[in-house]
């Protein structure tokens, strides 16, 4: 499986679930608690890329870390599959968005919101660890 060197999804510093050919990984600029990624492990830039395996395991995990999230930060949640720059992908890593959502959470833009985010804190990455 070929990596890329200065790809964070290649690389990922904190895996939260992890199967044959998918990871649920921490997101370091989420845009609320809760946001995290599910992103296959081979480098890819587009679905049509994928393996029906390889899509079908991406759709498992993120089942498995959907109903983590809708336990212990909402039930209700945005899915999100950005792909290509007109689309908002900013990685070349294809990548899907599990974003709790809450009642007054003003997440009404999504990719204004996405986009003006600040890093993680430790103390969220331990919390997510909690509950995965």
């Known amino acids: 499986m070929k990596k890329h060197v200065d790809c964070p999804f290649c690389n990922p510093d904190y895996v939260l679930v992890e199967a044959e050919y998918s990871r649920i990984i ?5 845009g609320q608690f809760g946001h995290i990624l599910a992103v296959p492990k081979r480098h890819v830039s587009r679905v049509s890329e994928l393996t029906m395996e390889e899509w079908l395991d991406l759709a498992m995990v993120e ?3 959907a109903d983590i999230l809708e336990i212990h930060c909402s039930q209700q949640l945005n899915l999100l599959l950005n792909q290509g720059p007109d689309a908002g992908q900013t990685l070349e890593h294809l990548h899907k968005n599990l974003i709790p959502r809450h009642e007054g959470d003003n997440f009404v833009n999504m990719q204004r919101v996405l986009k003006d985010r600040s890093r993680i804190s430790e103390d969220d990455i331990a919390r997510l660890r909690l509950i995965f």
């Open 26 to 30: 921490v997101n370091l600029k989420p």
């Open 63 to 65: 089942k498995h870390a």
